[in-house]
């Protein structure tokens, strides 16, 4: 089950979870046009968080730190938009770059 949290970025606020049920944890963003989806390759940021996730002991297998950097990058790279006009795939590396699968 995704529980989702709330993130205001420049005044804007998005709605975003992350679930994991498999080697990477998948970040969902909220939007008007559907939903984005991301995998998120673990870096060294969330390595403690995601460990703490898979025994259970936290909600989210990555930071909201981690979500906000991922929002920016959807946002600063137009997949806001371009993510429905196409059948891509999106993965957040451990380098923290935001890549087309």
């Given amino acids: 089950m995704m ?8 005044g804007k606020s998005y709605k975003w ?18 939903e984005i989806w991301v995998q998120v ?4 940021h969330d390595r403690v968080q995601n460990e703490m996730y898979i025994k259970d002991k936290v909600d989210c297998p ?5 979500a906000q950097k991922v929002i920016k990058e959807i946002i600063k790279q137009g997949y806001i938009k371009k993510y429905f006009e196409s059948d891509i795939g999106l993965i957040y590396t451990n380098e923290q770059v935001l890549i087309e699968n």
């Fill in 3 to 10: 529980n989702y949290q709330s993130l205001v970025l420049e």
């Fill in 17 to 34: 979870g992350a679930s994991q049920d498999s080697e990477h944890p998948d970040f969902v963003l909220i939007c008007t046009a559907g």
């Fill in 41 to 44: 390759e673990i870096n060294k």
């Fill in 62 to 66: 990555i930071t909201e730190s981690t």
